[in-house]
């Protein structure tokens, strides 16, 4: 599986917008990291507070790695979705319809 790019040189988004297909807003500067994983990016309260209770509420503690299994280590042959992502491949998964 690929590394993940560096975040210097990742477009700063919101996440919200982008996962709903709304427009990016024009002022990047007003775009804040969340508070614990320092990862999602948002354009205001609204989205961020939108995109917890849709999606990231069950994404921030693995992301932040305050929650990580006990003597879990991840083996790319035997982990389910790096199996799913091979298969599909990468331009598949990263297609904005999919889910």
Not at 11 to 36: A, H, M, T
Not at 54 to 78: A, G, L, M
């Amino acid at each position: 599986m690929a590394e993940a790019l560096p975040t210097e040189i990742l477009e700063v988004i919101c996440f919200n917008c982008s996962y709903f297909g709304w427009e990016q807003p024009l002022d990047r500067n007003s775009i804040k990291n969340c508070g614990k994983c320092k990862k999602v990016t948002y354009c205001s309260w609204q989205c961020q507070r939108e995109h917890w209770e849709n999606v990231h509420k069950h994404q921030c503690k693995y992301i932040s790695k305050s929650r990580i299994k006990p003597k879990s280590v991840h083996d790319e042959v035997t982990c389910p979705d790096c199996m799913l992502e091979a298969a599909t491949g990468q331009v598949e998964m990263c297609r904005p319809d999919n889910p």
